[in-house]
């Protein structure tokens, strides 16, 4: 069974050094030539642009939500978990149908970056990172922690970005590593909506020269594969503190690697 | 505060503020706070989902049904089937595969190494999949694979009868390569649920090994492995990259029909039809997930 799984991988090492010819020695030039291919660089850089923005965008739109809603509004707590589960019920494939009108409105009145993508990536990673973050909230005293620092005089930004945040300064990198690997191996929004990320780079690269673009194939696999190795390195430190989730969805585990 | 007022006394009576409405909580004030994110979400999440369902049900700015009839075509409904066998059978071999692979590893050491080693591996590999697969698979036994030269220089020819591996019957194998893991993910911990005792107890009434697994194990994990092989069934039905990158042409499953449609003229005049193949597929989703809370909720009843 293991070598169902290895092989490929390793497959994808060795397609991506073959030497031209036969007997030819192995090479790396399928691994040096990348960066000469511009439309690649150019689409590795969009898509690692695409991954900071949304990032960073999911951590302005999400925790303030969150920390308001558990402070406040503790009835609202069940509709925002749900509107961020939804997306694990709508294929991308169903919603970028959606998207496409609103796109093209956007493209016209706004801007057609690639980079307004990551308004739909931001949504895409929401129950990941809801979950992240949740967790992370649960760990700590969120009403104790805002009350001290606002009757010390802090105003709401102070608390949300000065107090809370450090104080769970792990779910808030696991959110952020989970949008970076998610956005990295995004495909199916970006082809449809017409936009060139890594992903389809490869995918298009691929029908010209299949060595280079696997190569870059295995590269970003390494990069999410260190990236989830990072996230379960935090993850084991905060293990005897994380509470237990209350919905249980096997893809969202499939991306901690445990059991909640 | 204002002034209201002079009394008898002399001193003016302040006004002082009126108790809140509702037991003290400042409704609308609080509300403010939640309104970025929920507004966000309904413009680029609940818009389309209902431009998706509107969409497939009116045309030319009126409601009409021509559209579901559109989907009757041939090949909109050989797409259709196709995902569904696609489905069913990447998640009935991923279920079958994936629990005899759980419970092997179940039944070592918790606490050993090829149990971590098989957690880990399967939280990547369950989340590996799109382009990057299969040119993995493409690299491994496409046209000048490294099985397939393997092969060819030892005489046997895998596309002897043509390459399948671009059609279904290849895409089953590559599915099968993030079925496998997502199955042992999600079984894992209902394997972990059935307690020691039971087994014990089982014995210690005189049945056999049979009797255990007909009257008791399987009866407790069954609504576990429906549930997870439903799981694996949404999974396969909604994946598109990995199949756009393995097919180039022709509309074999419904995410590449839809793609296929989108970017077709008669898909750009009529955006009706592609919206109500998209309906289509949130129907069965819904369909499926809900069945799959149903038993996840049998499940946890005795397998905590």
Redesign the interface.
């Known amino acids: 069974m293991g070598a169902f799984f290895l092989v490929p991988i390793g497959a994808m090492f060795e397609f991506s050094t073959r030497g031209v010819g036969e007997g030819a020695a192995r090479t790396l030039v399928s691994w040096t030539t990348i960066v000469t291919f511009p439309d690649l660089v150019k689409a590795i850089i969009a898509s690692l642009e695409l991954a900071t923005i949304t990032s960073v965008a999911m951590l302005f739109l999400l925790l303030p939500t969150m920390i308001w809603v558990r402070l406040r509004l503790p009835r609202l707590n069940r509709i925002i978990e749900f509107l961020c589960l939804l997306p694990l019920t709508i294929p991308a494939i169903v919603l970028v149908v959606g998207l496409l009108p609103v796109y093209r409105w956007m493209a016209e009145n706004l801007s057609d970056s690639i980079l307004t993508l990551a308004f739909a990536y931001v949504i895409l990673v929401l129950p990941y990172t809801y979950r992240a973050l949740d967790a992370g909230l649960s760990a700590i005293n969120v009403k104790t922690l805002s009350e001290a620092a606002r009757s010390l005089g802090a105003g709401w930004g102070t608390v949300i970005w000065r107090v809370i945040a450090p104080n769970m300064s792990g779910a808030v990198l696991n959110a952020c590593l989970l949008s970076v690997a998610l956005v990295l191996g995004e495909f199916t929004l970006a082809n449809i909506l017409g936009y060139v990320n890594v992903q389809v780079e490869i995918a298009q690269l691929g029908q010209a020269n299949a060595g280079v673009s696997i190569a870059v194939s295995v590269a970003s696999l390494l990069f999410a594969f260190v990236l989830l190795m990072v996230l379960s390195f935090v993850g084991a430190a905060r293990r005897s503190l994380r509470s237990k989730p209350r919905v249980r969805d096997p893809r969202l585990e499939a991306v901690w690697g445990q059991k909640a | 505060m204002t002034v209201t007022g002079k009394p008898v006394t002399g001193i003016p009576v302040m006004e002082t503020a009126r108790r809140p409405r509702e037991g003290g909580r400042r409704l609308p004030l609080?509300?403010v706070?939640?309104a970025?994110?929920?507004g966000?979400?309904a413009?680029?999440?609940l818009?389309?989902?209902?431009?998706?369902v509107v969409?497939a049900f009116s045309a030319d700015g009126g409601p009409t049904l021509a559209n579901l009839s559109a989907l009757n075509q041939p090949q909109l409904i050989t797409a259709f089937t196709s995902s569904l066998v696609l489905s069913a059978v990447s998640a009935i071999v991923g279920a079958v595969?994936g629990a005899v692979?759980a419970y092997a590893v179940a039944t070592g050491n918790p606490s050993g190494l090829l149990r971590r080693i098989v957690?880990?591996?399967?939280?990547?590999?369950?989340?590996?999949?799109?382009?990057?697969?299969a040119?993995?698979?493409?690299?491994?036994i496409g046209g000048?694979?490294?099985?397939t030269l393997w092969l060819q220089a030892h005489g046997l020819d895998p596309y002897a009868r043509g390459v399948w591996l671009y059609e279904l019957p290849g895409l089953v194998l590559v599915y099968a390569?993030f079925q496998?893991?997502?199955m042992v993910?999600?079984f894992?911990?209902a394997l972990?649920g059935i307690r020691p005792q039971w087994r014990e107890a089982t014995e210690s009434l005189g049945g056999s090994t049979w009797h255990y697994w007909r009257y008791v194990a399987g009866p407790l994990l069954l609504p576990a492995f429906l549930g997870?092989t439903l799981?694996l069934f949404a999974?396969s039905?909604?994946a598109?990259?990995t199949a756009?990158?393995l097919i180039?042409q022709g509309d074999p499953i419904l995410?590449i029909a839809?793609?296929n449609l989108?970017?077709s003229e008669t898909g750009i005049a009529q955006?009706g039809i592609?919206?109500a193949?998209?309906s289509e597929?949130?129907v069965i989703?819904?369909v499926v997930?809900f069945l799959y809370a149903v038993l996840?909720r049998r499940t946890t009843r005795w397998l905590r």
């Open positions: 609080h509300w706070g939640a970025p994110f929920i966000y979400v413009v680029f999440l818009l389309p989902t209902a431009i998706v969409g595969l692979f957690s880990s591996a399967s939280g990547v590999l369950a989340q590996f999949g799109g382009v990057t697969l040119f993995a698979f493409i690299a491994t000048n694979g490294f099985i390569y496998i893991p997502l993910l999600v894992l911990p972990d997870c799981l999974n039905f909604s598109y990259a756009a990158a180039s995410p839809i793609a989108l970017n955006p592609g919206q193949l998209a597929m949130i989703v819904a997930m996840q």
